[in-house]
């Protein structure tokens, strides 16, 4: 499907006030899909420099993706990998073996965002936000330890991201 038809289709859902139809929408149209996503809910609207998905649920539970109802005011691009994110998160709290650790946790979601190896199907973010993101993948794996054996994990694609960073400028 072409991105024009996608985003008046995501435009119509909004104008209507239909946020949480508009993100089931989008996941199945990417096929950003897992049985154990239970619902969506909304919070507070989300401000031009900050905003909030998050991934809520007991681990082995089903997870509950909590957005801002004003989402899809944002670049679709954007919100399409924060959604992203959060099924990341879906996965590794709702299905053995759970990833326990958090900082493991972040540094998975956002590696997705800058190469969709779980989740193929994207729309292709500004270089100004797969900079976002690695920084804060980045600081995922600085709180990991200096030297620990989550960064001797993740030392291979923290030089897939070092490369892909140092491609953008």
């Known amino acids: ?15 209507e006030g239909k946020t949480i139809e ?80 958090k900082l493991e946790r972040e540094w998975q979601a956002y590696y997705e965002m800058l190469f969709h190896k779980i989740f193929p199907n994207y729309l292709e973010v500004s270089n100004f936000h797969k900079k976002f993101f690695a920084d804060k993948a980045y600081s995922y794996y600085k709180r990991m330890g200096e030297g620990s054996e989550l960064q001797a994990k993740y030392a291979s694609q923290k030089k897939e991201i070092e490369d892909l960073i140092a491609s953008l400028d």
Not at 5 to 13: E, F, L, R, V
Not at 72 to 77: D, S
Not at 87 to 99: A, D, G, L, N
């Open 1 to 15: 499907m072409k991105y024009e038809k996608i985003k008046d289709t995501i435009d119509a859902y909004h104008s």
């Open 22 to 101: 508009a993100a089931e929408w989008l996941l199945k149209i990417f096929d950003v899909q897992d049985t154990n996503l239970k619902s969506f809910a909304l919070r507070e609207k989300a401000k031009p420099d900050y905003i909030l998905f998050t991934a809520e649920g007991d681990f082995g539970e089903e997870q509950v993706i909590r957005m801002p109802e004003n989402a899809f005011e944002f670049p679709l691009p954007l919100i399409l990998s924060l959604l992203t994110h959060e099924m990341v998160h879906v996965r590794q709290k709702s299905r053995e073996p759970y990833v326990l650790d």
